[in-house]
């Protein structure tokens, strides 16, 4: 009995996706829960997984082809049913070897006439007597043209080589010759869609971005001092930059909730939770997987959740759950040494902060000149519901609850 392997259910906000990889070709031996194909969508990667052991059987969709909803995708034989067919072909090859030397014909109603030898050599090396042109008297299949039945096997290209077969993420196309060469490969659907969103972005909002600067020398102490304790306390969690921002980001917010609001139509939605999203880069794209009443975490939760986020990030296992929503988002540009830039807000969300490279500089500190660690910070905000002076606002406060800690547990 074969199985239909079907894409996944995919949510409202997901009308299709795109075969990325088959992980098995036909004839393959499958067991329970082992991974057969990959389909990308433009949110996530979503697996497809065997619901029984079994025979890998016909690939109806090809790597490259869009799928949608529940959409049969191939077939696996059942495993049971694929052993006893192969418990039959021994016993029956057993049979006619035994037989061999009575040169007797196998007649079967859908089979032409093969002799037992030529039976047992093409069983032996998966040749079905229906696909062999039989030259003897009267259509009888010999021994030969099993014999070139299994050459032309051979010969024949592999599913690999098929060039239907063809990847999402890596059909490219290589132009001219030489030190001019060029080389074309078609976007992602991730990748294709975040450039959508941000065209959208920013053709839709009335963007504005504003920036200050904080001495990040206090969190970094803080940190210092306390990194091995904590770490040893919370079962490995590291102590990062990144929970600060998020727990300055949350009491920013609870004073001024139109930052954590967003626009539906002509209505304004305000949120009565934070869920902030965090941008993680990703070989696909950037993705924002979403940390859920990010104000009731502690630090440690905070940390141990973007760790975990960046695992299944690097290893494309975000579900698309984890990256639905999210009221505000956070973008730490300064990984990858960034040290100034304005951030695209996130529809539907109205406003996201943007992270940058710890930079000593030379600062001004009661009349004495002092080298400090200092971090731009850059709020990107859709102008149409939030003023100026309230993003202003907003920001100085995350500066004044970074340069002093204590204010963050304080909650002053």
Do not use: C
């Amino acid at each position: 009995m074969a199985i239909q392997l079907k894409a996944p259910t995919f949510p409202e906000s997901v009308a299709d996706g795109t075969v990325a990889t088959w992980h098995k070709q036909p004839g393959d031996a499958v067991k329970r829960d082992e991974l057969i194909v990959d389909i990308e969508t433009d949110k996530v990667v979503m697996e497809v997984l065997a619901e029984a052991d079994g025979v890998m059987g016909e690939i109806i969709k090809n790597e490259g082809d869009t799928v949608l909803s529940g959409e049969v995708l191939g077939t696996l034989k059942d495993g049971e049913k694929a052993a006893s067919a192969d418990s039959d072909k021994a016993s029956k090859g057993e049979a006619d070897a035994a037989k061999a030397d009575k040169d007797e014909p196998a007649e079967s109603d859908d089979e032409p006439l093969l002799s037992p030898a030529a039976r047992k050599l093409a069983e032996e090396n998966n040749i079905a007597p229906a696909s062999i042109k039989g030259t003897g008297k009267d259509g009888r299949v010999t021994k030969e043209d099993v014999v070139n039945a299994i050459e032309a096997k051979k010969n024949a290209p592999k599913a690999e080589d098929k060039p239907a077969a063809k990847p999402a993420q890596a059909d490219a196309v290589q132009i001219g010759e030489g030190d001019r060469q060029e080389k074309r490969v078609p976007m992602t659907r991730l990748r294709a869609r975040v450039a959508e969103r941000l065209v959208e972005a920013q053709s839709s909002m009335a963007m504005l971005t504003t920036y200050n600067e904080v001495n990040m020398k206090p969190i970094m102490d803080l940190r210092s001092k306390y990194k091995d304790l904590f770490e040893k306390k919370h079962n490995g969690v590291r102590l990062g930059f990144m929970s600060f921002f998020v727990k300055a980001v949350t009491e920013a917010l609870k004073r001024f909730p139109g930052v954590n609001a967003s626009i539906d139509g002509n209505d304004i939605v305000y949120h009565g939770y934070m869920d902030i999203g965090v941008a993680v880069s990703s070989d696909r794209g950037l993705v924002v997987p979403v940390l859920r009443n990010a104000e009731f975490m502690s630090l440690a939760q905070i940390e141990g959740g973007v760790a975990d986020y960046g695992r299944k990030a690097r290893d494309g296992k975000l579900s698309i759950e984890e990256m639905t929503g999210g009221t505000f988002t956070i973008s730490n540009g300064g990984v990858f040494g960034s040290l100034l830039s304005s951030p695209i807000v996130n529809p539907p969300q109205t406003a996201i902060l943007g992270m940058h490279k710890i930079q000593e500089r030379p600062m001004a500190v009661n009349g004495e000149v002092v080298i400090l660690p200092m971090m731009y910070l850059a709020l990107s905000y859709d102008h149409r519901l939030i003023d100026g002076k309230e993003a202003v606002s907003f920001l100085v406060v995350i500066k004044d609850l970074l340069e002093d800690p204590a204010r963050l547990l304080l909650e002053v």
